[in-house]
């Protein structure tokens, strides 16, 4: 079998005398589905930011199919297939929900009507069809979470780095939104979700990675996890003075 | 080594002009993050206004300051109540706004003045002594002194007042300023008036220097931002030494180099600053997110 | 089109099926055809054009006219880094002057025909003018702003410095020596006609920008300069192209307003009210980041300065620039988005008043 799709490797940040993601390492096969799950503050977002390319570790690697992407900025990542949403939606305002998602589908449609074309079908699939012309300003919260997916999407990434995404979000929304992801995985959708809510880890619950003040402390499927002590007290423990 | 300390001397106390005008300047694009052209038109509003006070009061102008100083401070206010308050979250029409202002000011003066040049004659600014070989005029002193009276002053003032502090908290984070009760609106309407206010301190003591014309505002205005930037947003120092280094540079560029080059030798320096630390020498906190965007 | 499979999500459980998978994408909510905006382009240019033959007779009005054509044209190319790109430039008077220098020392110098003498002066400006601005990219708002101020200024008094190009304070003179190849007219209403082609020209470059690729990008990266990263753009490339094609336009309309006054000055070419500033001014009060905002800007400002100075320029020095200054003063209060924003703003009220 050859190397693995995703691959983090002896993964570490420093920032002055503070650790914040201390020798991370875990692989993605192509077509998984991962969660990360960890306490507030245990470094899950600095990890997120590592991979996505807006920090640069201070040690480890990256790999992309193979190839070393610690060094590569965030908009070179995209082009090569990440995609990403951030964890508080970024829309851009002035544009409309259908502008929006051109502006991801350009990078494999130059072409303006292609573009165009694309970003429709995506916004079909998240839901957003009939809000195509409404100004990203005018959008509901759930709305702009879609959209942020959406443009993401356009991007046609081989992986994509969901931040919390569900935060935020009533049952129907969640329940809409695992529906989403679970038919992009059957497109060939490899798919690593930061997420708070166990509801949504169960619910993709082949793997699942649990950090806690910087390290890895578990990793297996969720029954398994959620079941071990250290994950436990990492989250129930009073482990801060 | 004669021309040397000649040269020297001269760039401090032109730096000390140069501060003097900045100080406001600083202040106002420090705290309140507004781009304000008119601010040379208040230098020339003030050293008209001593002209007045000479020609109706007989006042000489190191006197008329206690007129023109809280006259350009209501101004300040009134600027800033009325035309910049209002548009404080559209900042590029705050910068059309202050150039329209410029041009309203600068011809104001002109129609009313009719194109004469006047000046202001001053017994004591006249005044000439020797230190060595080098002429110092008593004027020039006079600005320096008064750049390093008001730049501690303001310094105090900004550390131990009341409203001070509360101008120093509102430029590190208008946000938690608010939710601490300090009025952020009114913070700024006040230090817009001091700004200006300064303004006038700058122009009256100018007044004796220079010939006065309705653009002899825009002599000062580029010079003043290079100031700023150089010494860094809401610093007192900053504008201070900012001033001093802008001096210096002019002077020796203007006597090493070429004088036709000085104006684009400090313009080359304040560019590079800009580019390389645009907190400025001195930067404040809270001021990086006013010239970095983010950076990954 | 889609060719995707026809799942949605988000829909109630009630909604019919059928009638999703039927839903393909509805043409009003896509974007307009290239036709609509060719008819739009010319029926703008079309109106644009009427206030100038029907004023054509007056010399005083054709003047006013090839300045605002001009004006506009060159407040249009600076919104495309100014409006639509986030990077509010006061450098401008840079690009300006390269083209209107370079036009006639080729003119002066090689007898090269204006109309290939302008090229140059765009093409360096194009290929350097970005280059110049990308050490200051990663400055904010204000900060960018003082720094191509900055230029400018040094840019004046390198103009003064180096007399044999420039010729120094004094400038270049044009003398009068009219033809068509030297791009030198004898009836003044040929310089509004090309005026008016300048800015047909810009325009229809920022139309084609806006529906292009890059013209998607730019906005995205004025909007959210780290989405627009996720989202694969390259936004130090952006900015440069931008820049190029701004700096080009810029100094192609620096080398016809050479040509139209005949004598360029650095005094003149740098001045920041009537050049480097001014098309900002003109932008901003018609509307930055819109198509037709720079023009409006332009149609209102430069025939009402016009106007002012004609009829207060005896009442004494200065007079009609108090007026021009309130006004501005006052625009900007009340039209805070400029005349665009105005009128979208009006347009908003009239439809939610209208009976459903």
Redesign the interface.
């Known amino acids: 079998m050859s190397a693995p799709f995703f691959q983090v490797q002896h993964v570490v940040k420093r920032f002055g005398g503070l650790v914040a993601v201390n020798d991370v390492s875990f692989d993605l096969a192509r077509g998984e589905i991962v969660s990360i799950i960890g306490p507030n503050g245990a470094g899950k977002t600095t990890l997120f930011n590592l991979l996505t ?3 640069k570790p201070t040690d480890g690697e990256v790999r992309l199919d193979g190839g070393v992407i610690n060094a590569m ?2 908009d070179e990542r995209a082009r090569m297939g990440l995609g990403r949403t951030f964890q508080i939606a970024k829309p851009l305002v002035a544009l409309t929900a259908l502008e929006n998602v051109m502006v991801g589908a350009f990078l494999r449609h130059p072409r303006l009507r292609a573009a165009e074309a694309k970003a429709h079908a995506v916004l079909r699939d998240v839901g957003l069809a009939r809000r195509a012309n409404v100004r990203a300003a005018q959008l509901t919260l759930s709305e702009r979470r879609r959209l942020e997916v959406a443009r993401a999407l356009a991007l046609e990434p081989a992986l994509i780095l969901l931040d919390e995404v569900m935060a935020g979000l009533n049952a129907s929304e969640v329940a809409d939104a695992i529906e989403l992801f679970r038919l992009l995985n059957e497109r060939g959708l490899t798919l690593l979700i930061i997420e708070h809510n166990l509801k949504v880890v169960r619910a993709f619950s082949k793997r699942v990675i649990v950090i806690d003040r910087g390290a890895k402390i578990a990793e297996g499927n969720a029954d398994d996890i959620l079941a071990m002590p250290e994950v436990i007290t990492a989250y129930l423990g009073n482990r801060r003075g | 080594m004669d021309s040397l300390l000649h040269v020297l001397v001269v760039g401090l106390l032109l730096g000390g002009i140069y501060g003097l005008v900045s100080l406001g300047l600083n202040l106002i ?1 420090g705290v309140i ?3 304000n052209f008119a601010h040379g038109e208040l230098v020339m509003l003030a050293m008209y206004g001593a002209y007045v006070c000479y020609a109706t009061l007989g006042l000489d102008p190191y006197v008329s300051v206690l007129i023109v100083v809280p006259a350009l401070f209501v101004v300040g206010v009134l600027m800033h109540r009325l ?1 910049l308050q ?2 404080h979250a ?8 202050t ?13 009313l003045t ?2 004469e040049g006047y000046s202001v004659p001053s017994k004591l600014a006249a005044t000439t002594f020797e230190v060595g070989d080098i002429r110092v005029t008593m004027s020039r002193l006079v600005i320096f002194v008064a750049l390093t009276l008001a730049a501690i002053a303001l310094h105090v003032f900004l550390k131990r007042t009341r409203i001070g502090k509360s101008i120093r908290a509102v430029t590190q984070d208008r946000q938690a300023a608010r939710l601490m009760g300090i009025n952020v609106e009114r913070t700024f309407t006040i230090t817009f008036g001091i700004g200006a206010a300064l303004a006038g301190l700058a122009g009256a003591l100018l007044a004796p220097i220079y010939t006065l014309s ?1 653009g002899i505002g825009g002599n000062f205005i ?1 010079a003043a ?2 100031v700023v ?1 150089l010494g860094g947003l809401g610093s007192v120092a900053g504008a201070y030494f900012g001033g001093m280094i802008v001096g210096l540079v002019e002077a020796f560029a203007g006597f090493y180099i ?1 004088p ?2 000085k ?2 030798i400090w ?2 320096i ?2 590079a600053v ?2 390389v630390r ?1 907190t400025g020498l001195f930067g404040q906190a809270g001021a990086e ?8 | 089109m889609s060719g995707a499979n026809t799942h949605t999500v988000g829909l109630a459980p009630d909604e019919d099926a059928a009638r999703v998978a039927a839903e393909a994408p509805d043409p009003a909510l896509g974007l307009i055809s290239w036709r609509r905006v060719a008819l739009l382009y010319a029926g703008g240019l079309f109106l644009a054009a009427l206030p100038f033959s029907l004023l054509s007779g007056d010399l005083f009005w054709v003047n006013l006219f090839t300045y605002t054509y001009l004006f506009a044209g060159l407040a249009v190319a600076w919104n495309v880094i100014a409006g639509f790109g986030g990077q ?1 430039s006061l450098g401008h008077g840079v690009f300006f002057a390269v083209g209107a220098y370079t036009t006639v020392r080729l003119y002066l110098g090689w007898q090269l025909s204006p109309w290939l003498g302008i090229l140059p002066g765009a093409a360096a400006c194009a290929l350097i003018g970005p280059l110049i601005f990308l ?2 990219f ?6 960018f ?3 191509t ?3 400018n ?2 840019a004046l ?2 103009s ?2 180096m007399e044999s190009i420039t010729g120094g304070p004094r400038g270049l003179q044009v003398p009068f020596r009219a033809g068509v190849a030297n791009m030198i007219f004898t009836n003044p209403r040929a310089y509004t006609l090309l005026a008016f082609g300048f800015m047909a020209l810009a325009l229809g470059v920022v139309v084609v920008l806006m529906r292009s690729r890059l013209g998607y990008y730019l906005l995205a990266v004025r909007e959210d ?2 989405a627009a ?1 996720a989202a694969g753009i390259s936004v130090t490339g952006v900015k440069l192209r931008a820049t190029a094609i701004s700096a080009g336009l810029t100094a192609l309309g620096g080398g016809l307003f050479a040509m139209y006054v005949r004598t360029i000055d650095p005094l003149t070419l740098f001045s920041l ?1 009537d050049i480097g ?1 001014k098309f ?2 003109l932008t ?2 018609g509307g ?1 980041g819109t198509i037709t905002g720079p023009v409006l800007g332009a149609f209102l400002i430069v025939p009402l300065e016009g106007y002012f100075r004609a009829a207060l320029g005896g ?5 009609h ?2 007026l ?6 006052l ?3 009340f039209m ?2 400029g005349i665009t924003g105005a009128l979208d703003a009006a347009w908003q009220r009239w439809r939610h008043a209208r009976p459903k």
């Open positions: 390319g807006q920090l900025p965030p | 694009f993050r507004i781009v035309v209002p548009l559209e900042s590029s029409m705050q910068i059309f706004a150039f329209g202002l410029l041009i309203l000011f600068q011809n104001a003066v002109l129609a009719r194109g309705p580029l931002f290079a930037v070429d036709e080059l104006q684009a313009f080359v304040f560019l800009l580019v645009p997110d006013v010239g970095f965007r983010e950076q990954t | 509010f050490p200051t990663r400055l904010k708002g204000s900060f702003a003082i720094a101020l900055a230029f200024e040094v008094v390198m003064n410095y300069e780290d990263r009210p500033v900002a001014l901003l009060i930055m009442a004494g020095p200065g007079v620039l108090i021009l200054g309130l006004v501005m003063v625009a900007a209060l805070r988005r």
